[in-house]
Each structure stands twice: as C-alpha cells, then as structure tokens.
Nanobody, 124 residues
Framework: QLQLVESGGGLVQPGGSLRPSCAAPGFTLPSIAIGWFRQAPGKEREAVSC????????NYAQSVRGRFTISRDDAKKTAYLQMNNLKPEDTAIYYCVVDPFLSCPLVDTDGVHWGQGTQVTVSS
C-alpha cells in the first residue's frame, strides 16, 4: 500500500502554529525522501521541505527557513512539518510527497507519490 495519509492542516492566525503530518505505511522512511510541496492560488507549486536518508538530512525553501521544521518517526512511518510564526503568504494546499528513488530536495518527477493535500489558511 503506497498511499500517503495527511492530516493537520487548518485555519490559524498570523504568528500561529500548525503541525501537519504524513503517514506513509508502505515505505521505509530512512530509504526515501519525504516532504511537502505547497501550492497557493495563482502561484506555482513550491517545494517546501524534505527529509531523507538514514541520518535524516533536511532541506528547506528559503521562504520557510527558520520557521518550519521537518522531522520523522521511522517506527510510525510518519513525517511531520512543524510550522511556526505562520504568515498569510503561507496560505496554500500542502501536499505530502514521497520520492522512493532520489534524496532531497524534492523534485516533481514521474516516480513521485503524492498525498491528497491539506489546506493551510493563515488569516486574522
């Protein structure tokens, strides 16, 4: 089963926090790259963050560096994206993505698996 199950989006005020998660039961997390893309209305899709390899190497978009932290629980086969100090420009659909073949950063190729997406809205 190669489905990705996402949760943890929602509505938050500027400066608030959210922690989306992505369960990947069909994968062994140290052997893949897992992370998030996001897409806002009228904007191009953006790779947000990624974690890969046995050592858990991480990668972040410049726009979220210092505010977002990606982590994973290998036993639970779940990745997490701790999003702090959220801004209105972080509003987007966040998609969990797994690349079984390449390490971070994530690239949208034919072999990538996508979650169903979760809406994150930052608004007062």
């Amino acid at each position: 089963q190669l489905q990705l199950v996402e949760s943890g989006g929602g509505l938050v005020q500027p400066g608030g926090s959210l922690r989306p998660s992505c369960a990947a039961p069909g994968f062994t997390l140290p052997s893949i790259a897992i992370g998030w893309f996001r897409q806002a209305p009228g904007k191009e899709r953006e790779a947000v963050s990624c974690i890969s390899g046995p050592a858990g190497s991480t990668n972040y978009a410049q726009s979220v560096r210092g505010r977002f932290t990606i982590s994973r629980d290998d036993a639970k086969k779940t990745a997490y994206l701790q999003m702090n100090n959220l801004k209105p420009e972080d509003t987007a659909i966040y998609y969990c993505v797994v690349d079984p073949f390449l390490s971070c950063p994530l690239v949208d190729t034919d072999g990538v698996h996508w979650g169903q997406g979760t809406q994150v809205t930052v608004s007062s």
